[in-house]
């Protein structure tokens, strides 16, 4: 197993860009995972402020990074840079994968599919079930593309305000056949909706380091017995409403394993190897368990 610190001429450079980024476990994540596969490769953050983003891309281009992952803000700002989109990337208008092949760079989105590839995971099937969405920021987006394109029979986009909810709705109904609405967070129309969804989404920060204390999104008392609880904060690893969930006898799902999957899509994407997800997943936990030692709170 190669060390990543033996760099030299011929290391190639991949890593991730936001806005902060400091706080990303994505470079322990993925060394791990590059130095288990015996590569000459190094993952780096890269914090970029939003005025500097067309001078990084151009910065990746001259300095030859294989690949950048891309997180907030600049999701939607790099879709508008690349050479060309994923049939994804292109339908939401967001990129969070950059390939870059000999000055060519090429955008995607995984972020829905490594979602829909951890609930499938936990043993949670999509088609025709009924699905509620919390949320319609960037990343509920990609999980509303993603729930959608996999056969979900209704989806309720639920969110505090409803003309977002609305935009992220007629996005996926321009793109998929499905039966697709939005309604107000504090409502009726969104109690209902969840208690007779299927599987549930909190695509909101709503608990997420260091907020962990937050009361959940939801009352508990919208849940019921069965149903699939996700949630896409993975710190802390168990949120207020995968706590409400536990409860309720509903089946709680943290956001772990879809940042290990749209991780791995993405280095599978550069390297053209599988990517070695046991060691993701071992590497997330332990940077995961030294953010939440006490003495770190």
């Known amino acids: 197993m190669r060390s990543i610190v033996e760099l030299d001429g011929e290391t190639r450079v991949v890593g991730v860009i936001g806005w902060p980024v400091r706080h990303s476990l994505s470079p322990a994540m993925q060394n791990a995972a590059i130095s288990a596969l015996g590569l000459n490769w190094i993952y780096v953050p890269y914090e970029v402020s939003p005025t500097r983003l067309e001078e990084a891309l151009d910065g990746m281009r001259a300095l030859g990074i294989t690949g950048l992952n891309v997180t907030v803000p600049h999701k939607q700002g790099v879709a508008e840079l690349v050479d060309e989109l994923g049939e994804t990337a292109r339908a939401l208008g967001a990129v969070n994968t950059i390939w870059n092949k000999d000055g060519f760079l090429f ?83 969104a109690e209902a909706a969840i208690r007779e969804a299927d599987i549930i989404v909190d695509s909101t920060p709503c608990g997420m380091y260091p907020d962990v204390d937050a009361p959940a999104v939801i009352p508990g008392d919208w849940l019921r017995e069965g149903q699939c609880v996700c949630d896409l904060v993975y ?63």
Do not use: C
Request: charged residues 25%; aromatic residues 4%; hydrophobic residues 40%.
């Open 107 to 189: 955008g995607y989105n995984t972020d829905g599919d490594g979602f829909l590839r951890a609930l499938r995971e936990s043993g949670e099937t999509v088609e025709g079930k009924r699905a509620a969405l919390i949320g319609a920021g960037g990343s509920g987006r990609a999980v509303a593309y993603a729930l959608a394109r996999d056969g979900v029979s209704a989806l309720t986009i639920v969110n505090r305000t409803v003309q977002r909810g609305l935009e992220v709705a007629d996005l996926v109904r321009e793109h998929v056949p499905v039966d697709v609405s939005a309604v107000a967070l504090n409502s009726a129309e």
């Open 235 to 297: 710190t802390p690893r168990e949120t207020s409403l995968l706590k409400l969930a536990r409860a309720r006898n509903a089946r709680p799902l943290g956001g772990t394993g879809m940042l290990v999957y749209q991780g791995a899509i993405a280095l599978e994407r550069w390297t053209g190897m599988a990517a070695p997800v046991d060691v993701m997943k071992d590497a997330l936990l332990v940077a995961l368990q030294e953010r939440e030692r006490p003495d770190k709170q």
